[in-house]
């Protein structure tokens, strides 16, 4: 049974940096694009990056571009999220996903609070 689980969420200070971590199992993670997306309270869920199966491409959402890095650790079969100069607006909580036989599968998320 495909799984997903999320950790390294945080409340962190404005300028602060996170790793969030998804740790995968029930399906061959290096075969798969991962992708990181958040939802903060009111808001639709967005995508926040995209990554290869072999990690060799990735895209960001243009407000994170920059600050953050989406990597996967298929040998550990482990998504990260680097999140560096977090800001206020990042505050959500985030997801990692993937596209398995046509459904769409999640974690259970993490939350990220930036405040001072």
């Known amino acids: 049974q495909l799984q997903f689980v999320e950790s390294g969420g945080a409340l962190v200070q404005p300028g602060g940096s996170l790793r969030l971590s998804c740790a995968a199992s029930g399906f061959t993670f290096s075969c798969y694009a991962m992708r990181w997306y958040r939802q903060a309270p009111g808001k639709e869920r967005e995508l926040v990056a995209s990554?290869?199966?072999?990690?060799?491409?990735?895209n960001y959402l243009d407000s994170v571009k920059g600050r953050f890095t989406v990597s996967k650790d298929n040998a550990k079969n482990t998504l990260y999220l680097q999140m560096n100069s977090l800001k206020p607006e990042d505050t959500a909580v985030y997801y990692c996903s993937t596209y398995y036989y046509n459904n769409r599968y999640w974690g259970q998320g993490t939350q990220v609070t930036v405040s001072s």
């Open positions: 990554i290869t199966g072999a990690g060799g491409s990735t």
